[in-house]
Each structure stands twice: as C-alpha cells, then as structure tokens.
C-alpha cells in the first residue's frame, strides 16, 4: 500500500480516461496509493462509479473522483480538462487507456466497419484528450500525456489491419504531442512529456478465473501496467518525452 500523503506523485492532479475497466480500475487505484488526487472518466457512468468507489475504498479515501464524459465529442472534452483544472488547480497528467479491439480471421476479410469503429475509439479519443489537456499540461511542472498501446502497431498481423493501423495513428498523433512539449521547453529545458507504453495485450484476475489453463504469454497484467504508468512520473520529461516504453517483447 501507498502512503497517500507522502507518496510519489502526492499533491499530482491526474486525469484518466477511459478509467471504467480492468486497467482503469488497476490505475486508479495505483495513482491514488501514490498521493495523487486523480479524476476518471469513462462513458459508462455504473462501470466508473463502481472503479472510483473502489479506488477510494481500497486506497483508504484519497480523492478519487469520477465524471462521464463522451470523449468522441471535442467540445465535452475540453469541458472535462477545463473544470478539472478549475476544481483542483492543476493538471499533471492525462492517462489514456481507452480500449476497444475488432479483428478478422484474415487479411482479405478485413471489415472496414471494423475500421470506422476503432478508428472513433482509438484514435478520435487521443486526438480529443491530447487537445483538450495540452495546455495544462505544458503548465505543470511534472505534466505526462499517457497512451497505451499495443505492439501489434509497429508489427501488424494481417487480421489485425485496422486494430493495428488505429494502434499506429495514435502513436503517430502522440509523438507530434511529444514534438510539442520538446519545443515549448525550448532553454529551460523540459518539464512535460507525452510518452507511450506498449503492451501485447491485457490480463486481469476475472480474465485468469475464466481460462485457469491459459497461459497469457506475453500479456501484461494491469497492476504491472499501472505500476509502470506511476513510474512516468519518476523519471526526467526528457527521458520519457516521445519514446515507446516496452513493457512487452520488442516485435
């Protein structure tokens, strides 16, 4: 357990978006024990009371707050960063986990609905919450833009076309943010960083009951992606700003 008051990111502002599920559920939890006051959002307001409840309960009531916002509209976004900063001063740091997967058995039965649909999940959300909190995050001492993503973006299977070219597109939008944050640094050197964690997939306890004889190789359990998610915060800006961090085999 943290020590909340005393922790790493303690007095931090931390917004997480798409903070309903598994891994939001893990890194709510696991920013909170750090000392960080943390704001989710999800669009499924029972899924994040349920995650904000736990948080809180199980970190022993640090401030852990949540809000429904619909993060495929830009306008809701930007109203979401602007009454964060308003209500607790400051951003720190925006976690992007939302998640969505779509595939086909083969290349040539690739749908491009499949594509209308990731391309909204996965990359019109980053383009909304990288807008939206970019500025407050260029305003805090220790700003961090977050995405998740998976390997399948730098090494593509052929059922995997649109999952995979969604994955690369926020990768791509991210590392532009990351450009941004290099140049607003300029002589004083860099404060803020957007950075990307990649994963080959996801794995959590209900995951684990369901299949007891899965083996899971590869995957990333989400209370080791929320241990490495607080970990941006203790290295430099510049050492996090515009690299993939590998928390799975390089491909």
Same mark, same amino acid.
């Given at each position: 357990?943290?020590?909340?008051?005393?922790?790493?990111?303690?007095?931090?502002?931390?917004?997480?978006?798409?903070?309903?599920?598994?891994?939001?559920?893990a890194?709510?939890?696991?920013?909170?024990?750090?000392?960080?006051?943390?704001v989710?959002?999800d669009?499924?307001?029972?899924?994040?009371? &349920?995650?904000v409840?736990?948080?809180?309960?199980?970190?022993?009531?640090?401030?852990v707050?949540?809000?429904?916002?619909?993060?495929?509209?830009?306008?809701?976004?930007?109203?979401?960063?602007?009454?964060?900063?308003?209500?607790?001063?400051?951003?720190?740091?925006?976690?992007?986990?939302?998640g969505g997967?779509?595939?086909s058995?083969t290349?040539?039965?690739?749908?491009?609905?499949? =594509?209308?649909?990731?391309?909204?999940?996965?990359?019109?959300?980053?383009?909304?919450?990288?807008?939206?909190?970019?500025?407050?995050?260029?305003?805090?001492?220790?700003?961090?833009?977050?995405?998740?993503?998976?390997?399948?973006a730098?090494k593509?299977?052929?059922?995997?076309?649109?999952?995979?070219a969604?994955?690369?597109?926020?990768?791509? =939008?991210?590392l532009?943010?990351a450009?941004?944050?290099?140049?607003?640094?300029?002589?004083?050197?860099?404060?803020?960083a957007?950075?990307i964690?990649?994963?080959?997939?996801?794995?959590?306890?209900?995951?684990?009951?369901?299949?007891?004889?899965?083996?899971f190789?590869?995957?990333?359990?989400?209370?080791d992606?929320?241990?490495?998610? &607080?970990?941006? =915060?203790s290295?430099?800006?510049?050492?996090v700003?515009?690299?993939r961090?590998?928390?799975t &085999?390089?491909?």
């Open positions: 357990m943290g020590n909340g008051a005393n922790g790493p990111l303690s007095g931090a502002v931390i917004a997480v978006a798409g903070a309903g599920g598994p891994a939001g559920r890194t709510l939890l696991r920013l909170a024990e750090a000392g960080a006051t943390v989710g959002a669009n499924d307001p029972q899924r994040l009371s &349920e995650a409840d736990a948080a809180r309960y199980a970190s022993g009531g640090a401030t707050t949540g809000d429904t916002v619909d993060l495929l509209n830009l306008q809701s976004t930007r109203d979401w960063a602007a009454h964060v900063e308003k209500d607790f001063g400051r951003v720190d740091g925006l976690v992007h986990l939302v997967w779509r595939g058995e290349f040539t039965k690739t749908s491009l609905d499949d =594509w209308d649909f990731l391309e909204l999940l996965l990359v019109k959300t980053v383009q909304h919450t990288s807008l939206a909190f970019h500025e407050a995050l260029q305003r805090s001492e220790r700003g961090r833009y977050v995405l998740i993503s998976a390997a399948g730098s593509p299977t052929a059922g995997n076309a649109a999952y995979s969604a994955k690369a597109a926020a990768e791509a =939008w991210t532009a943010m450009d941004y944050f290099r140049k607003a640094g300029g002589e004083e050197g860099l404060t803020s957007a950075t964690l990649v994963v080959k997939a996801l794995v959590h306890d209900a995951m684990r009951a369901e299949r007891p004889n899965a083996k190789a590869g995957f990333t359990d989400v209370k992606l929320a241990e490495a998610i &607080e970990g941006v =915060w290295k430099p800006a510049a050492e700003n515009g690299n961090l590998w928390l &085999e390089k491909p």
